[in-house]
């Protein structure tokens, strides 16, 4: 049974860090893509960042360029999303997704995490 579980949301000031783990378990993770989603109240899930299987390329989406980076660590099934200089905006339940070819469409994803909420005051 495939599970991702993620870890590391809380509360920050805007312009405070966060990082934001996801362990996997039930799958070959170093096989698979892997994906940071958020969705805000009332918002639609959107891509936030993704990582090839041997995090040889990163995508960001635009709003969060320059400010999160997207890491793995093979050995641990773990997928890390750090994010710097936060935003009120930013303010989500963030979600890591898996997959064998991945992307940035959310529906190219087959197993996701239950979500993190991140909340930034500013």
């Known amino acids: 049974q495939v599970q991702l579980v993620e870890s590391g949301g809380g509360a920050a000031q805007a312009g405070a860090s966060l990082r934001l783990s996801c362990v996997a378990s039930?799958?070959?993770?170093?096989?698979?893509?892997m994906g940071w989603f958020r969705q805000a109240p009332g918002k639609e899930r959107e891509f936030v960042a993704s990582?090839?299987?041997?995090?040889?390329?990163?995508f960001f989406a635009d709003s969060v360029k320059g400010r999160f980076t997207i890491s793995r660590d093979n050995g641990k099934n773990t997928v890390y999303l750090q994010m710097n200089s936060l935003k009120s905006e930013d303010t989500a339940v963030y979600y890591c997704?898996?997959?064998?070819?991945?992307?940035?469409?959310?529906?190219?994803?087959?197993?996701w995490g239950q979500g993190t909420q991140v909340t930034v005051s500013s």
């Open positions: 997704a898996a997959d064998l070819a991945g992307g940035m469409a959310k529906s190219l994803y087959q197993y």
């Open positions: 990582i090839i299987w041997n995090g040889a390329s990163k």
């Open positions: 039930g799958l070959p993770f170093s096989s698979y893509h």
